[in-house]
């Protein structure tokens, strides 16, 4: 694979703010000179799979799945092998470089468990959840709140279509999703300066909003490790963080989750995180976006361009800020 737009690509990661850096002054420094190290090899390196040699997925002929044309966007789909080695994935480390640490994250068996508010709680594998639902691929916007974005070809179901199969009691109104939690597994749960685990969450007329979607694989193929296989949600009108990785358990709940990053500093990080160019974050501008693997940096878009499909979720929420 030419990658054309090194040097422009590289500037973007030393250019971007780490999500974290309020935390912890010090590991952020180690961080920083790790990527630096990273950059100085001036390799983006080879498109990483779901499997390490050897193994084989059992899920591989299920992709590639038939493209939607109703979810396609006007710009040139980022190359795989930058996706797959720029990566946000805290339980592999702080640095974008976590491909081959992520390798040992185990992704078979891998059991999904359904329950708080449901009909009847329940536990499915992954392979017979993805002969269960309806997969298909879907071309999408992908915005970091460090204001990096790319162009990725997921494929997945719509989270509506998980929701269905759970039955939610009428009186559920979030969906909640949690990564697994095995330090063992993941060097970066071994510390103690994140609370782990890593969890997100939904209201239900944005779970089943069209656009929420769950992902299975990306670039025709079961989705690699360091992108948060073998189940993590994309939602394109919000910022890369709700999109939670190598999810094992969702609950159904009438309370509000504390998330991830809101738990660790609510100041800077919500509930809601939609998208948008006119609302910073506290120590950075989210007015424009370098887009990885070009040379280009653009405006970034009010729920990063899909608010005709979104607006209308959040006009009756009065006195919250919808947009950090
Ligand atoms: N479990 C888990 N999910 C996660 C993260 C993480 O650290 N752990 N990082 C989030 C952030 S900040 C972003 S931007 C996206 C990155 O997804 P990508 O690596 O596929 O681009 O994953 C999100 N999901
Ligand atoms: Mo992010």
Redesign the pocket.
């Known amino acids: 694979m030419l990658i054309r737009h090194r040097e422009t690509w590289s500037i973007a990661e030393r250019d971007a703010t780490p999500?974290h850096v309020f935390l912890n002054r010090r590991s952020f420094v180690a961080g920083a000179a790790l990527a630096g190290a990273a950059l100085g090899t001036g390799i983006i390196g080879l498109p990483r799979g779901a499997m390490a040699a050897g193994e084989v997925d059992p899920s591989a002929s299920l992709y590639p799945a038939k493209a939607n044309p109703a979810y396609t966007i006007s710009q040139a789909v980022t190359p795989e092998a930058v996706?797959t080695n720029?990566?946000?994935?805290?339980?592999y480390g702080e640095t974008k470089h976590i491909a081959d640490a992520a390798q040992a994250l185990k992704i078979r068996p891998w059991m999904v468990s359904i329950d708080g508010m449901v009909d009847k709680p329940k536990e499915i594998a992954i392979d017979d959840l993805l002969k269960a639902m309806p997969l298909e691929e879907r071309l999408y916007r992908?915005r970091?709140?460090?204001a990096w974005s790319?162009a990725v070809p997921w494929t997945g179901f719509p989270v509506k279509a998980l929701v269905d199969f759970a039955k939610p009691l009428g009186s559920a109104k979030y969906m909640q999703v949690q990564?697994f939690l095995d330090p063992k597994m993941a060097p970066g749960q071994r510390g103690f300066v994140y609370t782990w685990p890593?969890v997100e969450g939904l209201t239900m007329a944005e779970a089943t909003n069209d656009l929420a979607f769950m992902v299975t694989g990306a670039y025709g193929k079961p989705l690699p490790k360091?992108?948060?296989a073998p189940l993590?949600l994309a939602l394109p009108w919000k910022?890369?963080?709700k999109?939670?990785?190598?999810i094992v358990k969702i609950t159904f709940t009438d309370k509000r989750p504390t998330t991830f990053w809101q738990g660790l500093a609510s100041n800077e990080y919500g509930f809601w995180a939609n998208v948008n160019p006119g609302v910073p974050h506290p120590r950075w501008s989210q007015a424009t976006e370098e887009v990885l693997g070009t040379s280009e940096r653009r405006p970034t878009m009010i729920y990063n361009g899909y608010a005709e499909k979104v607006a209308a979720l959040y006009t009756d929420i009065k006195g919250e800020n919808i947009f950090m």
């Open positions: 999500e996706n720029y990566n946000n994935f805290y339980e992908h970091c709140v460090e790319m990564t890593y360091a992108m948060g993590r910022y890369g963080f999109s939670a990785k190598s």
